[in-house]
């Protein structure tokens, strides 16, 4: 499988997938970070298959902002794509909005998406500094988790 790495900080980003491929992307966030991007994921081949996963973490008044596109261009037929985007917001004023969507223009396809956007539970901050761990700590553990999820 072709692995594709991802610039989140570029506005826009368009990748034709020519091969079975993976593309990973990670953002974190702080301070005044801010993230605006938009990305275009295109199947034109047949029998090809995508996985398109991006993270995000927001801290303090950081901001991420992204739209995907998955387009299944007429024939494609076979193709199996999926487009999944997962954010944790940590602070008051950091803040995430993510928007997948998808094209098909073939039948006889697999394709999907999905979005999430999370929040620390105060009960598991709670839970977590009673075991002896300081606010800091127990951020970086989840923050940690999450990526590696």
Sequence with gaps: MNLIKLDLHRESNKIEITSDSEVNAIFIGKN???IKSKLEIV???PNLKSRINIKAVVLDS???DFEGLLRIEK???GSDAYL???CLVIGENASARA???LEI???DVKGGHGATI???DEEMLHYLSSRGLDKTEVEALIIESFIKS
């Design 75 to 77: 024939g494609a037929s």
């Design 118 to 120: 999370g929040y620390i």
């Design 99 to 101: 928007v997948p969507s």
């Design 43 to 45: 199947h034109k081949k």
């Design 84 to 86: 999944k985007v997962n």
């Design 105 to 107: 223009l073939e039948s």
């Design 62 to 64: 950081s901001k991420f």
């Design 32 to 34: 005044h970070d801010a």
